[in-house]
């Protein structure tokens, strides 16, 4: 899922993209209009002083007053024309047409007419074609100026309203940048208290942030006092059963003892006493790893030298060589105790049927690989596979591997991860790999 301000920033491109390209649209339209009609304005002010200067001849035939004329239409190409029809066959074309000639479509007087046509030079014209009546004489004037210089005028304001824009909307989004980082902080301090609190420096988060998330970290805190609250009489609940329970099983085997029973009457009657004691033992220390709320994070580098010390003290009298690969010092998402607990039980069954060495190896991918591996006898196909179903009873049988990796089992069916048995292709005895699935911290 996207971030909020990733989101926030997007959204506010998108809407400043679209005002502002209507804003730059608007503009160029509007200059656009308003140059042409300077153009045509100015095309009218010719053509007025075009007719006042156009009148007739001592032989009566209508011509222009030289000096009444703008010089622009006397330079060649000049961009600015004009042709006079008079009377459907007569014309009278400026200077600055040179040999190029206009078409001009007699019209009648008071009709006005106005088009854009090519004209000499590959120029763009703006034609303003009207009908004239003066002196007795009808005839149609054609104005015509380019359009190229005031084209290039308007590209130039483009490009400078462009950039204007494009500024004002980089400027935009940083401050609005700005300004959600600075907001956002407080959710960062969220965080952070979130995370102690999941490594188990803090009980509850006091940091409640912002009115608009302060209902969903009193909610968080809610449910934190609202686990705890039932961890603690779980615990509380248990104790008590451990209590209750020890007792009739002690007396029960002090019975046995007294029965007049044969040897082997009173040896299978004591395991199963002995089996009953193992699997409550089992249950309460399962309930009593689960912690007391949000527990420690696991870091292999610093914790398990730690284990490994405290298996050494345990087997001293062994001389077991027990040997790990290279630790990550990143704190993985996985409960301390809990870790402890699997990897306590894993080493503990390695050291029970290793000759000499015990290797212990965990990497850290997409998942959490953990591997444990001896180089004693192992253990026979059928016996990897009956040892991981559930309800299997093969510590009845093999002595030292069923309690423990019924409670590596069960930590691993917690986590949704996978147990797997088999030989060890380096020692040569078993092998125990758990991989358990870890999803990423967030950034």
Same mark, same amino acid.
């Not at 400043?16 to 209507?22: D, K, Q, S």
């Not at 100015?42 to 007025?48: F, G, I, K, P, V």
């Not at 444990?372 to 180089?375: F, I, K, S, T, W």
């Not at 009845?396 to 591997?401: K, N």
């Given at each position: ?53 156009l ?11 030289e000096?009444?004329?703008?010089p622009?239409?006397?330079? *060649? ?18 200077r ?10 007699p019209?009648?007087?008071?009709t006005?007419?106005?088009q ?50 494009t ?36 009980? =509850? ?6 009115s ?100 050494? =003290? ?40 290793a ?16 591997t444990?591996?001896?180089?004693g ?14 309800g ?47 999803? *990423?911290?967030?950034?």
């Open positions: 899922m996207k971030s909020l301000e990733r989101q926030f920033v997007v959204g506010l491109a998108v809407m400043l993209l679209a005002v502002f390209g209507l804003l730059f649209w608007g503009s160029v339209t509007a200059v656009r209009s308003i140059g042409e009609a300077y153009v045509l304005m100015r095309l009218e002010h010719d053509a007025e002083s075009l007719v006042a200067a009148g007739p001849s001592p032989r009566g035939q209508m011509r222009l007053r000096g009444r004329i703008t622009i239409y006397q330079q *060649p190409l000049s961009g600015h024309y004009f042709t006079f029809l008079i009377n459907g066959s007569t014309t009278l074309r400026s600055s047409l040179w040999d190029e000639t206009l078409p001009v479509t019209t009648e007087p008071g006005v007419s106005v854009e046509l090519p004209g000499p030079g590959g120029q763009r014209l703006m034609i303003r074609t009207a009908g004239y009546a003066k002196g007795g004489q009808r005839f149609t004037l054609l104005v015509a100026e380019d359009l190229a210089p005031i084209t290039r005028q308007i590209e130039r304001f483009q490009l400078g309203a462009l950039g204007l824009l500024f004002a909307m980089l400027a935009v989004l940083l401050v609005q940048r700005f300004v959600l980082r600075r907001g956002f902080r407080g959710l960062d301090r969220i965080r952070a208290e979130m995370q102690r609190v999941s490594s188990g420096g803090m009980q =509850q988060i006091e940091d409640l942030g912002p608009e998330i302060r209902p969903l970290t009193s909610e968080v805190n809610r449910l934190l006092r609202q686990l705890q609250q039932r961890l603690q009489r779980s615990r509380q609940a248990l104790g008590n059963l451990a209590h209750a329970l020890k007792a009739p099983l002690s007396l029960l085997t002090q019975d046995v003892e007294s029965l007049p029973l044969t040897n082997g009457e009173r040896q299978r009657l004591s395991a199963r006493l002995e089996r009953i004691r193992q699997l409550v033992d089992r249950e309460l220390r399962r309930a009593r790893i689960a912690g007391e709320g949000p527990g420690r994070r696991f870091v292999p580098a610093a914790h398990v030298p730690e284990l490994i010390e405290a298996v050494n =003290q345990l087997y001293r009298g062994r001389s077991l060589e027990i040997s790990t690969s290279a630790m990550t010092e990143a704190m993985l998402p996985l409960d301390y105790e809990d870790m402890l607990e699997l990897l306590g039980n894993l080493l503990d069954n390695a050291c029970k049927w000759d000499h060495k015990v290797h212990l190896e965990i990497t850290v991918d997409e998942t959490v690989t953990m444990v591996a001896d180089d006898p192992g253990l026979a196909r059928d016996a990897h596979d009956a040892l991981l179903q559930r299997s009873r093969l510590d009845e049988q093999e002595r030292g591997h069923g309690l423990g990796l019924a409670i590596v089992r069960d930590l691993v069916d917690d986590y949704h991860g996978r147990l797997q048995l088999g030989l060890s292709a380096h020692l040569g005895g078993l092998e125990v790999r758990v991989v358990l699935p870890v999803e *990423p911290e967030q950034p």
